[in-house]
């Protein structure tokens, strides 16, 4: 079956360490996504690829990195200048048309030790 | 700039009851709107999208939405809702230009079922 695949589904921080949260998707889309969410918050956009080897800022972009070297892959790190890393991670992938919803993957919690 | 509003942060229904979500939006444009299901812990399911035409648009599980221009909103609606539907649920708008920048989602609304 076709989807998106995010992983740890749990991961921990310590200060001052950069971590990597995966994101897969074999639905052949072009356009991928990472969003945060905080309780009541909804979701608010980090970084957005329409393209491989190219991204661009999304909202909150400031603590966080990612790349596209690969069609199928978009990693975000969330590095050490982040200072308040904890929240729930959701990575989306589409076809890039305008007509088309995004699809979800089952998010990463990420927690500060 | 698009954004969305959901004016309830809880609502809570009987089970058997009819369920009314509301959203309101601002976009200066046509807007592309979705309703969006999440359960704890999961990731969002897509209940119905809007495009175009027709203003009232079916969905999955048996879930409505009607796009109302003059009041730039567009309310999930439910007949009679199931123990099954208690979740958190996100109104979403996306950039008629391709939505390629991503969705601006509502904070969402919490449903609590009642037995």
């Known amino acids: 079956d076709g989807g998106i695949t995010q992983s740890p589904k749990y991961l921990f921080r310590k200060e001052g360490q950069n971590v990597t949260l995966s994101c897969e998707q074999n639905l052949n889309h072009d356009a991928m996504y990472w969003y945060r969410q905080d309780p009541g918050q909804g979701l608010r956009l980090i970084y957005y690829s329409q393209i491989v080897n190219d991204f661009q800022k999304g909202d909150i972009a400031e603590g966080y990195s990612v790349s596209r070297e690969k069609k199928e892959s978009f990693p975000l790190t969330v590095t050490s200048a982040q200072k308040n890393p904890t929240a729930f991670y959701l990575c989306a992938s589409t076809t890039g048309m305008g007509n088309q919803p995004q699809h979800f993957g089952d998010g990463t919690r990420l927690s500060i030790l | ?115």
Request: proline share 4%.
């Open chain 2, 1 to 115: 700039a698009q954004s969305v509003t959901q004016p309830d942060i809880h609502i809570t229904v009987s089970e058997g009851a009819s369920l009314e979500l509301r959203c309101n939006y601002s976009y200066g444009a046509t807007p592309y709107l979705f309703w969006y299901v999440q359960s704890p812990g999961q990731g969002l399911q897509l209940l119905l999208k809007y495009f175009s035409g027709d203003t009232l648009v079916q969905g999955i599980k048996g879930f409505e939405a009607e796009f109302k221009r003059s009041q730039s909103s567009f309310n999930l609606r439910k007949p009679s809702v199931h123990w099954s539907d208690a979740a958190e649920y996100f109104c979403a708008v996306g950039a008629v230009r391709g939505g390629a920048d991503g969705l601006t989602f509502g904070k969402g609304t919490h449903l609590i079922i009642q037995p």
